[in-house]
Nanobody
Framework: QVQLVESGGGLVQPGGSLRLSCAAS????????MGWYRQAPGKQRELVAT???????NYADSVKGRFTISRDNAKRMVYLQMNNLKPEDTGVYYC?????????WGQGTQVTVSS
């Protein structure tokens, strides 16, 4: 079994920054990639950013140039640095790991951007 725990969410003013972390534990062997998704109230969950074990990244157009995904394979950590946050970035952010044995999700961490 695989467990993912997100942290780092909170309340921030527009233009501010947050850094989300995702810690993985359990039976982690072959990894396809990791990512961050978010879900705003009343909306479907959407992709924010993904990263492969080789370091290739992909971002939603809405966050390009503002967010940066990174990972530490040895520590089993994935991070999301979020800069110049906007009210439309508000939502629950979920960590996602895609392994050969399946896809796993964390419980989510709330990010609220408001003045």
């Amino acid at each position: 079994q695989v467990q993912l725990v997100e942290s780092g969410g909170g309340l921030v003013q527009p233009g501010g920054s947050l850094r989300l972390s995702c810690a993985a534990s359990g039976s982690i062997f072959s990894i396809y990639g990791m990512g961050w998704y978010r879900q705003a109230p009343g909306k479907q969950r959407e992709l924010v950013a993904t990263i492969t074990t080789g370091g290739s990244t992909n971002y939603a157009d809405s966050v390009k140039g503002r967010f940066t995904i990174s990972r530490d394979n040895a520590k089993r950590m994935v991070y999301l640095q979020m800069n110049n946050l906007k009210p439309e970035d508000t939502g629950v952010y979920y960590c996602n790991w895609r392994l050969t044995i399946g896809t796993f999700w964390g419980q989510g961490t709330q990010v609220t951007v408001s003045s």
